[in-house]
């Protein structure tokens, strides 16, 4: 009898982006481990060689319950090949900073989109998943990488709702709009998160500071 996670599964249609290699490999054969029996896998990145090799294995691995469709797939788009990005601050290069942010934030926009297109059309106002793969990276340094060496301190501040005439600006002029934002909340303010700046900047150099 099939697992209440392999029951939820059946039937569905799972696109994974940068399937050729590591996680993204790793998650299309979970998923077909997992629910082996009626479920479709699209797999995508750069490397089309790599998905087909994946597409066989799976199909080893699993049978014929589980369809999986490679398809060639650059969210980046680069000009060339990609580089390996291993410079530390401030050297990298400008065209890996490009890559970087079109892989990373433009690229997944852009797919975000495009299967909102899909999910937005299905009944009872839409439905469907979107999984996002971050890293730790992004919030804490390392030895050998950008800033963990030295007495360089890159502090950051992710405020939640804070009224500012950002919102205004946001719809275009239109405060009534720009107002329904707070409605039935209590913002923050700007003085509150200059604060909370001030606060960080003044603390000894030992500290680390990662304020949400």
Sequence with gaps: MASAMAQRLEGKTIVITGASSGIGR?????????SPKNLRLIVTARRIDALKKLAEEIKTEVGEGVKVLPVKLDVSKPDGRPR???SPSP???PE???????TNVTGLI???QEVLKIYKKRPDGGKGDIINIGSIA??????????????????GVDPGQVETEFSVVRFYGDKAKADAVYANCE???????????VFAA??????CLLSR
């Excluded at 790793?26 to 997992?34: G, V, Y």
């Excluded at 992004?138 to 502090?155: K, S």
């Design 26 to 34: 790793s998650t299309a054969k979970e998923f077909a481990k997992t």
């Design 84 to 86: 390996q990005r291993r």
């Design 91 to 93: 050297d990298i290069a």
């Design 96 to 102: 890996d900073i490009d890559t970087m942010f079109a």
């Design 110 to 112: 852009n797919m975000t």
């Design 138 to 155: 992004g919030h804490q340094g390392y030895p050998g990488r950008e800033l963990i060496a030295t007495r360089i301190r890159v502090i």
């Design 187 to 197: 913002p923050l303010t700007p003085e509150d998160i200059a604060e909370l700046i």
């Design 202 to 207: 003044g603390r000894r150099r030992t500290w």
